[in-house]
């Protein structure tokens, strides 16, 4: 099926199983502890070996000499594998470094050896017996010292490097009012509580791999080029993960060191990485600076928008995309965005929850309540003043839907905006100092090309394969709903199996794009079923009607089980997409509401309420949505207050590589959350009317609470996260 012209009424519009807040169908295996993650399919892979990997511990240079002797010897120990014996070793399309380094090192704790052993104390035990020697060279760790050095990124997810409208340098000169800050954002984490791990076995030549990865079609393809074989010869399995947040997009070193230790002791070897490898080893949030612009007339009118970003990654990665919204969220003639990309010898920098737009907007909405504060305007009404229905830089594209102003008016509404006290400093809790502060959300739309196959047996049981992945999200839950929806049965006569590469290449987890996509290759998949049943019951396809298990048309009526017949119906289908996403700008768009509680003593900051608006398309499941909304909320606040990779500028490395040191929130740190959904469909979008609604909770979360904190402190703090330090000499004198 290709989606190329507006959706009209369809089988979704029914919304007797989508768009209901029902459980998630994965729930009960989760809470009982039987959904079977990556490093337990003890049935799959029985009398596994265990690895352990050895990461480097220098930042950049090269072995002079590995000793592996004691290793070897250690009791248990199998197999050790090094860059020297894995045999030749190309590298995936998604990797920025090697996945094994040596001898040359590309960052701390590049993989470099696995030990396989019979036991995994064993395994790690031989482990630190393994002694390299390291030549250290001089590499680039601070941003900030080479930031100067940022080069012109080639585009990419993000778009072009640089875009200009007008002649923003005329224009902010003349501005009568103006801003010009600077504000940072650390390297962040994922953090996730499931460790990168696989299992991997060889039957003959055929490699499969159990692992926690959100795109598996990426997965297959990567690991087949690493190791110089055909695709047809990988199968990639991942029915469960425990979060990702854009961590688990791509072949990680667990992937690769499992296969190869396998094919050297010739059985399944599992491997999960250790916290601090994780974290120095996979990927992360990179640290950016931003530089924002803003120019105004009296009256509140931006007439000059300008946001540059620089971001460091490794030899041939990529940036932090973080003037992504600026293109986008504001009106103003006169615009500029440029984005630069230096050299760092830092573990690789990649997506994380709203790649871009997340510390994008931590530093935009910052800038849009100083320039309020600066025309003596409400930051609401600023926002709101300010407002556009078209692609401000091509102004030709309309928005397929677009109601931030409803998001704003509605969350300050329901949040009591009007009782803040738009004086900084100014309300008092006892010892507390009380603030509000409020955020817009922008995140983009994205659909992607997404296959199902779709079953109906001789009971009239519905069964779904997609190689889509469940990160935590929702998405069994979402592609059942849409199967029951489309094929007229309830949710309990629909099995969903997803995860494996042996089904049909879904649109995989991230992005935001997931549960659109994937559910519409369901959806696509189902109605060709619908045409299947129609044309062998006799049946008008044009008529009929498919509801309580049976298809009518015609004063007719034949049960799915009756049609399945005993040999049942199968069939296949893929979700394209046209041109609509070049005539229509498509965005999903937020607004963010905060109250936090400053200690007037020492600094500490609590959030007391949080709110978020959402305008998202039509909601498949407002319950499984709404966590997925408050778990960004929740992610934004630690990306405000304490998230933040410490760098040893010296060595190289993240120095707080643990979730001890280095400290995520929890839903319970933040005593009220609450999330509203607009009642919005977008038929340019997809048949279902959907969008993504995921990462769009964190976006713009940040500033909302530093925009808080300023209003109950009077103090602006620019470089994130905002800890005590940064205010506690500042705060207002305690009476």
Not at 53 to 66: E, F, H, P
Not at 245 to 264: N, Q, T
Not at 434 to 462: Q, T
Not at 685 to 697: C, M, N, R, T
Request: charged content about 25%; aromatic content about 6%.
């Amino acid at each position: 099926m290709k989606f190329e012209t507006p959706a009209t009424t369809n089988p979704i519009d029914q919304l007797k199983v989508v768009g209901q807040p029902l459980d998630r169908v994965d729930g009960p295996l989760k809470t009982t502890g039987k959904a079977p993650y990556a490093y337990e399919q003890h049935e799959a892979a029985p009398n596994p070996a265990y690895g352990y990997v050895v990461g480097a511990a220098i930042g950049k240079g090269r072995i002079s000499s590995m000793d592996l002797g004691q290793a070897k010897a250690a009791p248990g120990v199998l197999a050790i594998i090094t860059a020297e014996n894995a045999g030749k070793l190309d590298k995936g399309d998604h990797n920025t470094a090697k996945l094994l380094g040596g001898p040359e090192i590309q960052h701390y704790h590049q993989a470099i050896a696995v030990v396989v052993a019979e036991t995994f104390e064993q395994a790690r035990s031989a482990a630190q017996l393994v002694r390299v020697k390291y030549e250290a060279a001089k590499g680039s760790f601070d941003l900030a010292s080479v930031k100067d050095s940022g080069k012109k990124p080639k585009e990419g997810f993000g778009g072009p490097p640089e875009t200009a409208v007008g002649d923003f340098d005329k224009a902010f000169a003349a501005a009568p009012v103006q801003l010009d800050a600077t504000y940072t954002t650390p390297d962040q984490s994922h953090a996730m509580i499931e460790p990168h791990a696989t299992i991997a076995a060889w039957e003959g030549d055929k490699l499969t791999i159990w692992t926690s990865n959100q795109m598996v079609g990426w997965g297959v393809g990567d690991m087949a080029k690493t190791l110089g074989i055909q695709k047809e010869n990988v199968r990639l399995i991942s029915p469960f993960i425990g979060g990702g947040f854009g961590g688990k997009l791509f072949l990680r070193a667990d992937a690769l060191l499992a296969a190869l230790g396998a094919r050297a002791v010739k059985r399944p070897v599992k491997i999960a990485l250790q916290r601090a490898l994780m974290i120095n080893n996979t990927t992360h949030r990179p640290a950016t600076i931003q530089r924002i612009r803003l120019g105004a007339t009296k009256d509140g009118q931006l007439s000059a928008i300008a946001h540059e970003s620089w971001s460091g990654d490794l030899p041939g990665g990529e940036p932090e995309t973080a003037v992504s919204q600026t293109r986008l969220l504001y009106a103003g003639a006169n615009r500029l965005t440029a984005m630069r990309l230096a050299e760092l010898d830092l573990p690789e920098g990649n997506a994380m929850r709203a790649p871009g737009e997340a510390p994008g907007m931590m530093a935009l909405e910052i800038a849009v309540d100083e320039m309020a504060e600066k025309l003596g305007m409400d930051p609401v009404e600023f926002r709101i003043l300010n407002d556009t229905q078209v692609d401000p830089e091509k102004p030709e594209r309309p928005f397929s839907q677009r109601r931030l102003i409803e998001c704003l008016r509605t969350g300050a509404e329901k949040f009591g905006w009007d009782k803040r006290n738009a004086k900084p400093g100014q309300t008092r809790e006892g010892r507390w100092l009380m603030g509000m502060g409020v955020a817009a959300a922008l995140r983009n739309n994205l659909v992607m090309k997404s296959a199902a196959r779709v079953k109906l047996d001789k009971s009239g049981h519905i069964t779904v394969e997609t190689d889509m992945t469940d990160i935590g999200t929702g998405s069994y839950t979402v592609i059942a709903q849409t199967a029951a929806e489309t094929l007229g049965v309830s949710l309990d006569k629909v099995t969903v199996r997803l995860g494996d590469s042996t089904f049909p290449v879904s649109c995989g987890s991230g992005g935001q794009w997931g549960g659109n996509s994937s559910s519409s290759g369901v959806y696509a998949a189902c109605m060709k079923l619908r045409a299947a049943i129609t044309l062998k019951t006799g049946l008008s396809a044009t008529e009929a009607i498919f509801a309580d298990g049976k298809v009518s048309a015609g004063g007719r009526s034949v049960s799915l089980a009756e049609a399945a017949g005993d040999k049942g119906l199968e069939v296949e289908d893929t979700m394209e997409y046209g041109d609509l996403d070049k005539k229509f700008q498509q965005s999903t768009f937020g607004a963010h509401y905060v109250e936090v509680a400053v200690d007037s003593f020492t600094g500490e900051t609590r959030v007391r309420r949080m709110l978020a608006v959402c305008a998202a398309g039509r909601i498949l499941n407002p319950k499984t949505a709404r966590s997925q909304v408050i778990g960004a909320m929740t992610m934004g606040v630690g990306a405000a207050l304490m998230e933040e990779l410490k760098v040893d500028k010296k060595r190289g490395f993240f120095v707080n590589h643990d979730l001890a040191s280095y400290e995520v929130p929890v839903h319970a740190d933040i005593p009220h959350q609450e999330v509203i959904f607009l009642d919005e469909t977008d038929p340019i979008s997809s048949p279902l009317k959907a969008k993504g609604v995921g990462e769009l909770g964190i976006c713009g979360v940040g500033a909302a609470v530093a925009n808080a904190i300023y209003n109950a402190t009077g103090v602006r703090v620019r470089d994130y996260p905002i800890t005590l330090d940064k205010l506690i000499d500042q705060l207002p004198a305690v009476a």
